[in-house]
Nanobody, 114 residues
Framework: VQLVESGGGLVQAGGSLRLSCAASGTFLSLNDMGWDRQAPGKERELVAVISHDDTTIYGDSVKGRFTVLRDFAKSTVYLQMNDLKPEDSGVYFC?????????WGKGTSVTVSS
């Protein structure tokens, strides 16, 4: 499974960005897809995940500001990020789990200026 992210960039604090991640390759189904992020000098953290039944989980720091969406037909997951803060800056990685295996994309960079 290959995960390819897009949509990162530079935005001012208070602005919005929408990340996309498309899964390709041979797989029967992906149980869940989502996003992690890693800021410079910090550990990778969960941002959001959405399961096959649309159950969502969000990291505490993004609740109420970020929304994770999934298009099953296109094997694509989106992350709508609103009211961005400088502390949201980092590399965002698409994640997926299926068949007991975890997959990650190469990441897309998000920079929020104050």
């Amino acid at each position: 499974v290959q995960l390819v992210e897009s949509g990162g960039g530079l935005v001012q604090a208070g602005g919005s960005l929408r990340l996309s991640c498309a899964a390709s390759g041979t797989f029967l189904s992906l149980n869940d897809m989502g996003w992690d992020r890693q800021a410079p000098g910090k550990e990778r953290e969960l941002v959001a995940v959405i399961s096959h039944d649309d159950t969502t989980i969000y990291g505490d720091s993004v609740k109420g500001r970020f929304t994770v969406l999934r298009d099953f037909a296109k094997s694509t997951v989106y992350l709508q990020m609103n009211d961005l803060k400088p502390e949201d800056s980092g590399v965002y990685f698409c994640t997926a789990h299926g068949g007991g295996i975890a997959f990650w994309g190469k990441g897309t960079s998000v920079t929020v200026s104050s």
